[in-house]
């Protein structure tokens, strides 16, 4: 089945401890983004990668990094993680036209992040 | 800058035609989309418009697009229970990099 996965679904983390959020995908693409949304403010693109080490910032960048070893992954980092990036983070994924815009995006099912 | 504005809520009776409404900013937006969240599920795609055409038409679903207006519609006929919603408009412009846009999303009431 094609689908987008991100681990972990749930997560309560205190202030400053590291975390990481995984983002897979079965489709082949090569666009893959992480976005966070928020009450109110829909969503907004933290990072999005074009291909395999191909990684750039999207709206609201502060505080994450990215890495895109492989095309399937793309992992989302909270180095030192504070209460204001608590919030509900999707990853998606789609494929390129030959323009170089992507196509329609698929979701994962969204990971629930609460900083304390 | 590039920015996507909708208006937050809209509630209809069963069986009415829901439009939501969306604007843009981006004039070199090629694509533009309708994304469906259901309580608590991620972002399902339902539909999208090429920036050279009006209206497109998909069983219960149409998209108008007054390019001129940068303004974006979705009009849902015969709305259902089940379309209670949060509908997100998109643009993904071809300047600034290769970004999607969306909008704060409009939830919709289907009152029975």
């Known amino acids: 089945e094609a689908q987008v996965t991100q681990n972990p679904r749930y997560l309560i983390t205190v202030t400053g401890k590291k975390l990481t959020v995984t983002c897979s995908q079965n489709?082949?693409?090569?666009?893959m983004s992480w976005y966070r949304q928020d009450p109110g403010l829909g969503l907004r693109q933290i990072y999005y990668?074009?291909?395999?080490?191909?990684?750039d910032k999207g709206d609201v960048p502060e505080g994450y990094k990215v890495s895109r070893k492989e095309k399937r992954n793309f992992p989302l980092i909270l180095e030192s993680p504070s209460p204001n990036q608590t919030s509900l983070y999707f990853c998606?994924?789609?494929?390129?036209?030959?323009?170089?815009?992507?196509?329609?995006?698929?979701f994962g099912p969204g990971t629930r992040l609460l900083v304390l | 800058g590039e920015d996507v504005e909708q208006s937050l809520f809209l509630s209809v009776r069963e069986g009415d035609s829901s439009v939501i409404n969306c604007t843009y900013t981006d004039s070199s937006s090629t694509y533009l989309y309708w994304y469906k969240q259901e309580p608590g599920a991620g972002l399902q795609l339902l539909t999208y418009i090429f920036s050279n055409m009006d209206m497109k038409q998909d069983q219960r679903l149409t998209v108008l697009l007054n390019k001129k207006d940068k303004h974006l519609s979705l009009r849902i006929a015969d709305t259902q229970t089940g379309d209670s919603a949060i509908y997100f408009c998109?643009?993904?412009?071809?300047?600034?990099?290769?970004?999607?846009?969306f909008g704060a999303g409009t939830r919709l009431f289907v009152k029975a």
């Open positions: 998606a994924s789609s494929p390129l036209y030959q323009t170089g815009q992507q196509e329609t995006q698929y």
């Open positions: 990668s074009m291909n395999v080490e191909v990684t």
């Open positions: 998109a643009e993904s412009p071809l300047t600034g990099g290769f970004k999607t846009i």
């Open positions: 489709m082949n693409h090569e666009y």
